[in-house]
């Protein structure tokens, strides 16, 4: 979920299936996780960086909207603990890695979150994305996360699956239609490693320059995908807001 209009999410009834989904997120899940790694669209660094702060602000990062929008809160935890797990995952992986502990939650954390967790009672930690926005990079990262899965984190990638907020409307929606009928056959390919690669190759896929102008609002789904290996993947959510067909997946 990415409301570039925040305050859209519970006055414009276009937001509610979306909002729906997020507050059935953790009710859904076979277990209740006891962390969250979370990826966000809106948080980009030159190398894979965490987050370890154990109460981070939040990261008002949109700007003209109106006066309530600033003054939402999410007092979450945050979970120093699976930060540097994942910081030694993704090192013993291969990847240079980075902290800190500075920087707010941005909206791609706390508006979902706000939904999916309103007690703010699970303790979450952020990875930020690659800065070279390098699909093999981030579905390699998800795959060396993988092990925070089993040790009860839940592994979200925030982000959008059609983002191009200067093509909406009526002129949007035939694009965007054919975008996420090719995006959800890859996604769900039955073959691990032949969806891997076609994720890889997004930009392949019918009306992608559409469907992303630039590519960070995609990459989060590509390290839940690493993330979920070989288990099953599923569409779990599918909408229609702005023109755009918005699609939302589940691994395992």
Not at 151 to 171: P, W
Request: aromatic share 8%; proline share 9%.
């Amino acid at each position: 979920m990415d409301p570039d209009d925040p305050d859209r999410v519970h006055s414009d009834p276009m937001w509610h299936p979306m909002q729906e989904y997020l507050a059935g997120l953790v009710a859904g899940l076979p277990e209740r996780p006891t962390a969250i790694l979370l990826v966000s669209g809106h948080w980009e660094a030159p190398v894979f960086t965490v987050h370890d702060g154990a109460r981070p602000p939040l990261l008002f990062d949109y700007y003209g909207f109106p006066a309530h929008t600033y003054a939402l809160r999410w007092a979450a935890p945050g979970a120093p603990d699976v930060a540097h797990r994942a910081e030694v995952l993704l090192a013993g992986a291969g990847f240079e890695m980075g902290r800190e502990n500075a920087r707010g939650w941005d909206h791609g954390v706390f508006i979902p979150m706000k939904v999916a967790v309103p007690e703010a009672d699970i303790p979450l930690a952020q990875l930020s994305l690659r800065g070279d926005l390098d699909p093999a990079a981030h579905v390699a990262a998800g795959r060396a996360l993988a092990p925070l899965r089993d040790e009860g984190v839940l592994i979200v990638g925030s982000g959008m699956s059609v983002h191009n907020l200067r093509v909406r409307g009526e002129q949007a929606v035939v694009p965007a239609t054919a975008w996420d009928e090719a995006l959800t056959a890859a996604v769900t390919d039955a073959d691990p490693q032949r969806r891997a690669e076609r994720i890889i190759g997004w930009d392949r896929l019918p009306h992608a320059g559409f469907a992303h102008p630039r590519e960070e609002h995609l990459l989060p789904l590509m390290v839940a995908l690493g993330a979920g290996g070989d288990d099953p993947a599923t569409l779990d959510h599918r909408s229609r807001m702005m023109g755009w067909t918005v699609s939302g997946y589940r691994f395992g």
